[in-house]
């Protein structure tokens, strides 16, 4: 109501809702893209598993079309139901692990990462070839050298070849401050070459391969 009453359209609608079924037909509009270039559709967010039972929805319609569906998630679901019901729908999944210690995770994501790491040990155990861990760069928190190769030995133990590294984007700084939010983190350099190279040595040095952030055939789904 607003959106429409505003005389100087301050106001947008960001975001619309869909039911599943309708949802799959927008989407399958796209199906010769997906087919051209070896795609589908991803499941990103925020965090979609917050929603399992849409997204178990979603990906089981468009996983019976022949859609492939990759999912990005931070770890943090019900590993039982999410093996028994989103998974078997999946092609493959982008798991983002950002701290090793219990207690930095505490401080920096609001929760331990006990949770995430069951739910990789999981998923590594269960669908290791679906799998790729993906490590946000962030500088001064996610980047340092102890906490990368930390991280290394909890992937190497777990037995998977290769990670992807996010460097870090600050373009969300411009965002924050447009709402009015406060800064708690206010790194607004892109990171270099040369510091995501350092990054990405900590794991070679551990014998994980590092792959480009997206993955090979999945980088070309569409969200």
């Not at 799959?24 to 399992?52: F, I, M, N, Q």
């Not at 050298?145 to 992937?155: E, G, H, S």
């Not at 070679?204 to 999945?218: C, L, P, Q, S």
Request: hydrophobic share 45%; net charge neutral.
């Amino acid at each position: 109501a607003c959106v429409s009453a505003c005389p100087a359209a301050a106001r947008r609608i960001a975001g619309t809702a869909w039911e599943p079924d309708a949802l799959v037909e927008l989407l399958l509009r796209d199906l010769p893209l997906y087919e051209a270039s070896g795609g589908g559709v991803t499941l990103s967010g925020g965090e979609a598993t917050l929603h399992l039972d849409f997204a178990a929805g979603l990906a089981a319609r468009l996983a019976g079309r022949g859609v492939h569906v990759l999912l990005e998630t931070c770890g943090w679901f019900d590993g039982g139901r999410f093996e028994q019901e989103l998974l078997p729908h999946l092609g493959a999944v982008f798991f983002d692990l950002k701290i090793a210690d219990p207690a930095d995770h505490l401080r920096f994501a609001g929760r331990d990462n006990a949770r995430i790491l069951d739910n990789l040990a999981r998923l590594a155990r269960v669908a290791p070839e679906r799998l790729l861990v993906r490590v946000p760069l962030v500088p001064r928190i996610t980047d340092s050298t102890a906490n990368l190769r930390a991280l290394a030995d909890v992937v190497r133990v777990l037995g998977l070849p290769r990670v992807a590294l996010l460097p870090y984007n600050p373009l969300w700084l411009p965002k924050r401050r447009a709402l009015g939010l406060d800064l708690p983190y206010d790194h607004d350099a892109w990171m270099s070459e040369g510091d995501v190279e350092h990054c990405a040595d900590v794991f070679r040095a551990a014998r994980i391969a590092v792959v480009g952030g997206a993955g090979d055939r999945t980088n070309r789904n569409h969200r």
